[in-house]
């Protein structure tokens, strides 16, 4: 019995010893390399006045959801909407941002139809509170 048990374990033993063949390591330029950096760019005003070669990579419409496009891979999408809100006097303002997580950029048209830079953070639901290029801070909704 004890011999069956000695030769059992030496069997396994060997067979633990077997080399395997793995593929070695790639080099860095034989290695798969994202499109996308690391590090995110803060989103701009005029980033949502085009869509870059990049982005169309990954361009994506959803007419179930509120915003006009999607851009991105998971857990780094950046969206685009059109916002609507008013300024102090009651006028209806409109524009266009991209937004990533609670924060993005885009172009506001005043009730004087000048364009404006705005920059926009996510408050609520659909909410959305922004400063333009002179320091007026707005509310808006997502249309």
Partial sequence: ?????LLLTL????LSCKETHQEPLKSPEEQIQSFYAEEEDTILPNDA???TEVEKKTYH???THKYEYRTG?????EYNYDIVGH???GNE?????????????GKIVNAKGEKKDVFVQWIDYGKLIGKD???ITYEFVVE
């Fill in 73 to 77: 891979r998971i857990e780094h999408y």
């Fill in 49 to 51: 006045e085009e869509i």
């Fill in 87 to 89: 300024d102090a006097e």
């Fill in 133 to 135: 290029q002179d320091s």
């Fill in 1 to 5: 019995m004890t011999k069956k048990l």
């Fill in 61 to 63: 419409i959803d007419k």
């Fill in 11 to 14: 069997f396994l033993f060997s």
């Fill in 93 to 105: 303002i409109k524009g266009n941002i991209n937004i990533r997580n609670k924060y993005g950029a």
